[in-house]
């Protein structure tokens, strides 16, 4: 059998032996050389590795094309909090994709699955997924496993035995000046303990290191309000490569409309993203009358056991990377 390919622009002729498993190809120089059958007729081979710091620029490279919102700042975070977690797959020795994970006790989360253009369609964001997945499971203390999926990766997680939650809706605009009210006040380290226990207790997840690492980077950012000499809500926010990303906020209602106006009050008048969970009416009613419209949506789904946690608490999640 012949077949003529091209490498590094110089055309081959192969001829495969049916009886043996070679082939003999020939070069413009008439030189010969015999070449195993499998070499010639393998498929794309993908690999998983740990990523590093070396992987900085891919990670933005990725992240460009998609469109996404995240910064260097936020990669080399994602490094900071999961080093062991964090992965890179090569499609035939070069760099094509990307996954995080990070783990909160005995909840873990899964992002930044991205994988390059050309690189789309040979499977290397289900190698990668599944790879995240065996990660996470081989961790004992790891009970659920979650994510939030745009529309187009739903179908590949739920394939996988991820459940859907709830949807959130991604609402961007620039943030107006609005009017604020006494009541919010900035963070400072001798309350984080109890802003930290008021999120999980919300949340249903321990996400100490994420906050800590946030308030670390931004501690201007921070914000909370208080009743009876008691943390009930908070909220912060850090610059994106499009937009700033006002969240996590967790809050009551009464105080969540406050910190909500508040942070779009300091943000103006600049772009914003705000990701909210659709079921949370006063959150959205919030973003609505700011002139925010909606540019997406997410899923948020999970695998393992459910996690309880109080939707209407959720005024703004932290972002698709870690809920």
Sequence with gaps: MALCKRYDNVSILLRFSQRFSFCLFCVPNNKAILLTRNLIESTNMIEIRLMTIDDLQLGMRLTQQAGWNQTESDWLRFMKLEPQGCFVAELDGYPVGTTTTCIFSQVAWIAMVLVGINARGKG???????????????????????????PAGRRVYEKLGFVPEYELARFEGIAPQVRTRLGVTKAIREIFASMIEFDRRMTGTYRAKMLSRLFEEFPENFRVHSSGGKIESFITMRPGA?????????????AGTLLLRD???????????????????????????????IQRYFTRMYLGDPIKEHINEIWASSGPEKG
Excluded: M, W, Y
Aim: glycine content about 4%.
């Design 124 to 150: 290397v964001g289900t190698t990668l997924l599944k790879h995240a997945i065996e990660f996470l499971q081989r961790r004992e203390v790891v009970k659920t496993i979650r994510l939030d999926a745009t």
């Design 242 to 254: 499009n937009a700033i990303q006002i969240g996590p906020c967790i809050a009551t209602t009464n």
């Design 263 to 293: 942070a779009l009050n300091r943000a103006a008048p600049k772009p914003v993203f705000i990701d909210i969970p659709t079921d949370n009416i006063e959150a959205v009613k919030i973003a609505e009358s700011s002139g925010l419209k």
